[in-house]
């Protein structure tokens, strides 16, 4: 008898504990004109595609333009500090991604490769005077590959910063699709807590020491604008890949950098696109994790602009 009212005690804690802090626990999520005012950059700007507004960024002013695209749940913020680097010489284009950062989310979801093939086309014909040069890290590296087979004629030279591409279903699995289990939907109810953001973005460095504090600050906000969280639900558990075997028609010279201490794509994979990839440089970043732009700025920078120049 001691033992069932000693259970049911617990049961009817537990119950008011987590009753409590489903009612009472912080609502982190933002609004997207709060969180537009307080990540904009000077030169932002949001265009319209697709019935939607997309936030984009150009800086630089030289011939050659550069295009950078950033990774799942990621936003151009990411290429920032290489951004700025590259604009020195080059037209540089940033933007978020459709349904990340600052941009509203796609009206479809059902083809998501179809989705950003299209959005890629609107970049390259209204930003682009002639060629460019595309980089891409993780997803945004699938992205660049794809967009260099649609597009050949338009992408001059390719760089792949520990690009998505092959095993998808198992790597989504892994790095997506916990934010489809039951206790993360409940744990998201209101938003990501600071920490789930923090730990997001530690996942892609290798050494801690090399993360700046703003990241956390951005990712956080970023994940919690109304929308972001609910976009990233509905692709988790996305299955319709591209067949890899597309990869071996690339012929446009492409730069090739992982991180040996990648935990997002295995560093195996580097390997594979360098098989395939029929004019790829491929470099070896010891002690670095899946983002080289960041975690090893200077370097990346140098090998890219060597890369441009040859």
Known sequence: MKKFIFL????????????????????HFVSKEATIQKYKYPNSQFVD?????????????????????????GAMHEFK????????NYHVVSFDLPGFGLSDAPSHTTDIQAVYR??????LD????DTCYLIGNSMGGMIAWNTALNKMKKIQKLVLLAPAGYDMVQIAEKNAEWINQPIIRFLLAKGAARFIAKSNVKMCFYDDEHI???????????MNKVGNLEYLKQIAGYKNFMDTSAIKQIVTPTLLIWGTEDE????SHAERFNRDLPNCTFLTYNNCGHAPMLEELDKCTADILKFFDI
């Open 81 to 88: 500090p290489l951004a700025e680097r590259l604009a020195k």
């Open 212 to 222: 700046d504090p703003e990241l956390y600050d951005r990712k956080y906000g970023m």
């Open 126 to 129: 209204n930003y682009i005077k």
């Open 264 to 267: 997002i794509i295995p560093f």
């Open 49 to 73: 595609w697709e019935g939607i507004k997309v936030h984009l960024t150009e800086q630089g002013s030289g011939n050659t333009s550069v295009v950078l695209i950033h990774g799942l749940g």
């Open 8 to 27: 049911v005690l617990f049961v009817s804690l537990f119950i008011i504990l987590v009753g409590g802090y489903t009612v009472f626990r912080k609502n």
């Open 118 to 123: 299209d959005f890629m086309g609107f970049i």
